[in-house]
């Protein structure tokens, strides 16, 4: 048998298994049936790499064959195809009774959440900066991001390409900013937006992000053109289900850093400082030490944070 994709394998097991199946029980039915070697891939975190495979073909893709049928926990069929349905399998959408309002949480909740997001979907480290630790005296207001990120090419290169690229001095290291908001609607979006600009230029992309995204038209209008003009990518995070979150707007890509921005940063904030030293020393050792960065928590225990909130 032939190697094949991630998308590949969840078809081949829905449609042998002929029953809606969460991620976890694709990924133990492949271990079972052997289908994990035939993988084109090594990833550490198979599972996640699975369900967000299938979560954005069925966002960019009109003719996905894939079909969310429950959630808690989810689980997925193939479109237009009969089921077989069990005591424990709901084919039908189970979405919560009641929808989480935004006045359940506050913007630190949603760190998690942002980090799960950037880590399975970006393949990006973050870091929270904790704002109450930094001297603000010296430059004023909106200098902070909440959150920080970089991408490493270590997971992706040979060894030898990512030796070569130090040598040469272009290891493709991709630093983000990310501007956290629980809302983001029409009373709120000029200072929120730039106030995401202000703390953003040192990075290679930014982000604004938020849990609530008003889909007002004349807020989407505003909110596109100031996208395009100034180059920052909208986050819109889904609490109810962490892999339907999705990039509403890109980041425009900025090949070189800030650099006295990011002077300033780290002299005045020690949760910054301590993340490029962290990013050196992982680019000195070409190894990742994932314990310095924010930890990524599965899932479940996402929601289930949310949840207790209600």
């Not at 829905?14 to 976890?24: A, D, R």
């Not at 891939?41 to 790499?49: A, C, D, I």
Request: charge should be negative.
């Amino acid at each position: 048998m032939s190697k094949f994709g991630f998308l590949e394998l969840a078809h081949k097991i829905l449609q042998e298994e002929n029953k809606p199946l969460s991620v976890e029980e694709m990924w133990q039915l492949a271990i079972r049936k052997g289908y994990d070697t035939l993988l084109g891939s090594n990833g550490k975190t198979p599972e996640r790499t699975l369900g967000a495979r299938i979560y954005v073909d069925m966002q960019n893709n009109i003719d996905s064959i894939f079909d969310k049928v429950s959630t808690r926990p989810t689980r997925f069929a193939l479109k237009n195809r009969k089921v077989i349905e069990s005591d424990n399998v709901v084919a039908v959408i189970n979405d919560y009774s009641k929808n989480i309002s935004k006045n359940d949480f506050l913007e630190k909740d949603l760190h998690p959440l942002l980090s799960y997001f950037a880590s399975v979907h970006l393949k990006v480290y973050t870091k929270t900066i904790r704002h109450h630790t930094s001297d603000k005296k010296e430059f004023g207001e909106w200098v902070h991001p909440d959150i920080v990120g970089c991408y490493f090419p270590l997971e992706d290169w040979q060894p030898d390409v990512f030796e070569l690229s130090t040598v040469i001095g272009n290891t493709s290291l991709r630093f983000y900013s990310f501007e956290l908001k629980r809302e983001l609607n029409l009373n709120n979006l000029r200072e929120s937006f730039f106030q995401t600009v202000s703390n953003s230029s040192w990075a290679n992309e930014s982000y604004l992000v938020a849990a609530h995204v008003s889909t007002n038209e004349d807020f989407r209008d505003e909110l596109s053109r100031l996208s395009t003009s100034f180059g920052i990518g909208v986050i819109a995070l889904d609490i109810q289900e962490p892999d339907a979150s999705e990039i509403i707007y890109p980041a425009l890509r900025k090949e070189n850093l800030d650099w006295d921005m990011l002077n300033k940063l780290s002299s005045m904030n020690n949760d910054f400082k301590s993340f490029l030293k962290r990013i050196r020393n992982d680019v000195q050792s070409k190894e990742i030490r994932k314990e310095w960065y924010d930890k990524v928590l599965p899932v479940d225990d996402i929601i289930a944070s949310f949840t207790k909130k209600i």
